[in-house]
């Protein structure tokens, strides 16, 4: 196919392809180039790879915890044969794509490019980009399945993008705004696609600087997580967020914190923690400070525990203890701050700024 047009809605690509049938095995590649692709011609609303046997819609109810997990390892499972050695070894294929202008509805995201390449089983996406005025997305993401195991490997980074776009994506009618950057860089050798994160190592790392983020947009307990736990630190009506950041260090399906904090103009929130993906358990523990040093302050350290689906936020019997006793030595402590002048920024500038670690690479 040396001139080859494709058209889906409004998005048009150009380009030549081929499929060779004479070797071990089928080979099927493609290039294309698109002055402008728009996101929402590529919508699959309902559709679904797997075959169902019962299409009757069935009414809509609430699952529990259990029936969730069950859905999603059943899900897993038939993942994992759809994508088994002997499916994944049929064809070998390449697939790259530049586009001048990436559209998402109404937003403009700028650039993008995607490399994809399935050779002998093994599926390696890198990268797959997406540039926009002051922000890029960045995706690489290995695929191999063998008689007894999958090997995973994902590296994702986002610099100061726009988690608008992403919100509208998902609802379009919403009018969020804000930035995040992102560096999550997971390896995984596990026995079944379902238990990928229990057997991970990596690293997470995720700084957002709000201008609005509402839970059940994104359906995420990180982001349900952060917006229960704003009000519990900082209960000030009129505060303002400056940054949250959470960075982990991922063994073996266990994160641990490398650093947790929260800036508001009001209080700066440094924490602790870990999540345990085998049993889903979690424990955070948060500790606000004001800013300005302030007599008889109240602000009393905060704890999150249970799972990852059904976490409790409440006080601890020795934060309680810890509050009491600063509100005594607050009267000694205080004056020596005030005359030290001590003090945090409002804006959060200090911490805000430098809100992602730097690599031995220097990314």
């Given amino acids: 196919m040396p001139d080859l047009r494709l058209k889906v809605g409004s998005s048009t690509l150009?380009?030549?392809?081929?499929?060779?049938?004479?070797?071990?095995?089928?080979?099927?590649?493609?290039?294309?180039k698109a002055p402008q692709i728009q996101l929402n011609d590529f919508s699959f609303r309902n559709w679904s790879l797997l075959d169902?046997?019962?299409?009757?819609?069935?009414?809509?109810?609430?699952?529990?915890?259990?029936?969730?997990?069950?859905?999603?390892k059943e899900t897993a499972g038939q993942g994992q044969k759809l994508l088994s050695p002997q499916v994944m070894r049929t064809l070998d294929a390449s697939l790259r794509v530049e586009v001048?202008?990436?559209?998402?509805?109404?937003?403009?995201?700028?650039?993008?490019?995607?490399?994809?390449?399935?050779?002998?089983?093994?599926?390696?996406?890198?990268?797959?980009?997406?540039?926009?005025?002051?922000?890029?997305?960045?995706l690489?993401?290995?695929?191999?399945?063998?008689?007894?195991?999958?090997?995973?490997?994902?590296?994702i980074r986002a610099d100061r993008f726009d988690y608008g776009v992403l919100a509208r994506r998902i609802k379009p009618e919403v009018n969020m705004q804000g930035k995040f950057s992102l560096a999550f860089e997971v390896t995984a050798?596990?026995?079944?696609?379902?238990?990928?994160?229990?057997?991970?190592?990596?690293?997470?790392?995720?700084?957002?600087?709000?201008?609005?983020?509402?839970?059940?947009?994104?359906?995420?307990?990180?982001?349900?997580?952060?917006?229960?736990?704003?009000?519990?630190?900082?209960p000030g009506s009129q505060s303002k967020v400056n940054c949250a950041i959470a960075r982990f260090d991922l063994r073996a399906g266990k994160l641990k914190h490398d650093r947790i904090l929260l800036d508001t103009s009001r209080m700066r929130v440094a924490g602790v923690g870990q999540v345990d993906f085998d049993s889903e358990q979690l424990f955070v523990r948060m500790v606000p400070t004001?800013?300005?040093?302030?007599?008889?302050?109240?602000?009393?350290?905060?704890?999150?525990?249970?799972?990852?689906?059904?976490?409790?936020?409440?006080?601890?019997?020795?934060?309680?203890?810890?509050?009491?006793?600063?509100?005594?030595?607050?009267?000694?402590?205080?004056?020596?701050?005030?005359?030290?002048?001590r003090g945090m920024p409002a804006d959060g500038n200090d911490v805000c700024g430098n809100a992602m670690r730097v690599t031995a690479a220097g990314g």
């Fill in 14 to 32: 150009n380009g030549r392809g081929s499929l060779i049938t004479s070797g071990v095995r089928p080979r099927l590649d493609m290039e294309l």
């Fill in 189 to 234: 050798r596990a026995p079944t696609l379902d238990s990928v994160m229990q057997h991970a190592d990596g690293r997470i790392d995720v700084a957002v600087w709000p201008q609005d983020l509402k839970a059940g947009i994104f359906d995420l307990w990180a982001v349900n997580l952060f917006v229960a736990l704003l009000p519990a630190v900082d």
């Fill in 140 to 155: 690489a993401f290995t695929f191999e399945p063998t008689d007894n195991e999958v090997r995973i490997s994902a590296n």
């Fill in 290 to 341: 004001p800013k300005k040093p302030q007599f008889l302050s109240l602000a009393t350290p905060v704890q999150v525990t249970g799972t990852i689906t059904d976490f409790k936020i409440g006080v601890s019997a020795s934060a309680v203890l810890e509050t009491t006793a600063r509100l005594f030595t607050s009267i000694i402590v205080v004056p020596l701050q005030k005359l030290a002048g």
């Fill in 52 to 72: 169902r046997k019962d299409k009757k819609k069935k009414e809509d109810k609430a699952l529990s915890v259990e029936e969730m997990r069950a859905k999603a």
């Fill in 100 to 138: 001048a202008q990436v559209l998402s509805g109404a937003d403009q995201l700028g650039s993008g490019s995607l490399n994809a390449q399935l050779n002998d089983g093994r599926f390696v996406l890198d990268p797959a980009e997406v540039n926009i005025v002051g922000g890029s997305l960045g």
